[in-house]
């Protein structure tokens, strides 16, 4: 029985896999499609918020990073007519940057907890100005445009069928679960959890905490530029407030917390929460309910906080693995 | 092994720890006593590194160790636990010792830091089984799992803060043994802060006493203890702590 338990865990993965490669071909209804592809491609963007949120990182930032994503591949594609092939690794490199900047000098001096939020939530708001008040390159809160090429084009990573984009979105995504998983059985999960609980405790086990916590801070920042880069590409145009800025950032705090911030796939069931909301206060009320979202995002995210703080998908685990 | 020279500690207008020389060689057990508040703990944090000494020297093996961060000091040879017990409770009590052994030696293996973990256990008394959580452990067995901590992380100097006692007895008298156990299988030289003088002066070679971040006496336990200026400083405050101790009973 348990060896046949075992197997079925096993083919789970590769089944759901099929079945997700499959859907585009069976449904082609594009509305339906493109609210897939924005799930997987948020779902890839609060993954790489929860991986350091999970360890007790808060960051209020990770609009800034998913912001220099986004602007600095559109940026140089309609400026400087460089591929986003070349755009999205200096957007990386970039938004890499910038959290070794930022992390680096707060976790070299123990800036943690509320105050290490405060650093993050400014970094948010600094690339948010950044952005609005270089207006002449960046279209200011306007928003931009990449320059369309006609027809489909690898070398402009554009693309006019939805399916293209959706497969890509699913390879990202998969890709975010892949990295999730790998620190997961890392033995640096280890030395998190451990600092996230005391960090001389863990310096005394010989743990070099400054790196730890700034390894796992760039990797984060990466995915979540990739994330930016990508929703750039997909959507051809970005405003400061889609893709950076305080609202976005609280944005992921929220979906994670919602999906469950200690699971892989809480990000995912966040994303498809969040999106599905948005939605349907967007189709239900039309332009009555502007800003509705973030009001419900705030209540649910006080309630959960309290009543479900591992989220959704990490206490439906829980309370099945108890049942076992 | 360890030669420290003139350490002093302020924090803004207090000094904990003033001008304190002292060496440790290889193979010693050296007590460190004095009451609370004495600087015990405080001259731990500057040997691993967890505070950054005003000034003075700490030389360990030939290396001078001020300014390094803790994780290097842990790395060069120095292993360390803390007064008050601080698990991790996010891992299982294995993991717990594991992640010393792993990144404790400065070499990141997997399978060596398993062995030393497992060595680490089964040395202080503890189970070497994976799923063990650290929830169970009760207040001896905390300390203990401090010990296998730092025992991972393979140190040549061991430096055991058991200063809050909340242990008894027979207890005490465990933990003494096992630090001795310590020396004598694994070679580590030890030095060893308490703040009760019964069971650490059987087992040290030599006392160093504190009060009020100065050295007041070093030497063999039987002289430091006949030390009017100890009996003054120390016994004084364990007669307080007597009548404390007689209070508390009648409560």
Redesign the interface.
């Known amino acids: 029985m348990s060896r046949t338990n075992l197997s079925g865990a096993r083919l789970l993965p590769w089944l759901v896999g099929a079945v997700l490669i499959a859907l585009p071909f069976a449904n082609r209804d594009p509305y339906h499609l493109h609210l897939l592809i924005l799930i997987l491609i948020w779902s890839f963007a609060y993954t790489s918020w929860s991986m350091m949120g999970r360890f007790g990182l808060v960051s209020l930032g990770h609009g800034g990073f998913m912001g220099v994503g986004a602007y600095v591949t559109a940026l140089l594609w309609n400026h400087a007519g460089l591929t986003p092939w070349l755009g999205i690794p200096i957007s990386l490199a970039c938004a890499g940057l910038l959290a070794v900047i930022v992390g680096y000098p707060c976790f070299r001096f123990r800036i943690t907890g509320h105050y290490f939020v405060l650093v993050t939530l400014a970094l948010s708001g600094i690339v948010l100005q950044v952005i609005t008040a270089s207006r002449d390159y960046t279209g200011g809160s306007l928003g931009f445009s990449p320059n369309r090429v006609p027809g489909n084009s690898l070398w402009a990573l554009q693309f006019e069928d939805k399916r293209t984009w959706y497969l890509i979105a699913l390879a990202i995504w998969a890709v975010g679960l892949l990295i999730w998983r790998t620190v997961d059985r890392s033995?640096d999960r280890?030395?998190l959890?451990?600092i996230?609980?005391?960090e001389?405790?863990?310096?005394?086990?010989?743990?070099?905490?400054?790196w730890e916590k700034l390894k796992i801070t760039v990797i984060s920042a990466l995915m979540t530029a990739f994330a930016g880069a990508l929703y750039c590409q997909y959507q051809m145009f970005i405003t400061p407030d889609t893709v950076s800025g305080i609202s976005v950032s609280l944005q992921m705090v929220f979906a994670v917390i919602v999906g469950g911030v200690y699971v892989a796939l809480g990000p995912t069931v966040g994303a498809v929460i969040t999106i599905l909301l948005a939605e349907a206060l967007r189709i239900g009320f039309g332009t009555k309910a502007v800003g509705w979202d973030n009001l419900i995002y705030g209540l649910l995210l006080v309630l959960f906080i309290i009543f479900l703080p591992k989220g959704i998908l990490g206490s439906t685990l829980a309370r099945f693995q108890a049942r076992r | 092994m360890l030669v420290v020279e003139g350490l002093v500690k302020r924090f803004g207008g207090f000094t904990a720890v003033n001008n304190v020389s002292f060496r440790v060689d290889q193979g010693e057990i050296l007590g460190l006593i004095g009451p609370n508040g004495s600087g015990k703990s405080t001259i731990f944090n500057l040997l691993s590194g967890t505070l950054v000494p005003s000034a003075g020297s700490i030389k360990f093996g030939g290396t001078e160790l001020a300014g390094m961060p803790p994780h290097r000091i842990i790395n060069g040879g120095i292993g360390r636990t803390f007064q008050i017990p601080r698990p991790f409770r996010r891992l299982s009590l294995f993991e717990n010792v594991a992640l010393a052994g792993y990144y404790g030696q400065g070499r990141h293996s997997r399978a060596k830091a398993d062995e030393a973990a497992e060595r680490a256990l089964e040395m202080v008394g503890l189970p070497t089984d994976r799923k063990v959580s650290v929830d169970g452990l009760g207040a001896a067995g905390l300390k203990k799992l401090e010990l296998a901590k730092a025992l991972a992380t393979g140190p040549k100097l061991l430096l055991a803060d058991e200063s809050l006692g909340g242990l008894d007895e027979a207890e005490m008298d465990q933990a003494a043994e096992m630090l001795r156990k310590i020396r004598a299988e694994l070679g580590i030289t030890i030095i060893w802060v308490e703040h009760i003088m019964g069971v650490l002066m059987r087992v040290v070679d030599r006392v160093m006493v504190l009060d009020h971040g100065e050295k007041i006496a070093e030497g063999l336990p039987a002289i430091v203890s006949s030390d009017p200026r100890v009996v003054e400083v120390y016994l004084g405050t364990e007669a307080d702590a007597t009548q404390a101790a007689a209070a508390e009973a009648r409560r």
């Not at chain 1, 001389?200 to 400054?210: F, I, P, Q, S």
């Open positions: 033995m280890y030395a959890e451990a996230s609980e005391d001389d405790a863990a310096a005394a086990a010989g743990v070099n905490v400054t």
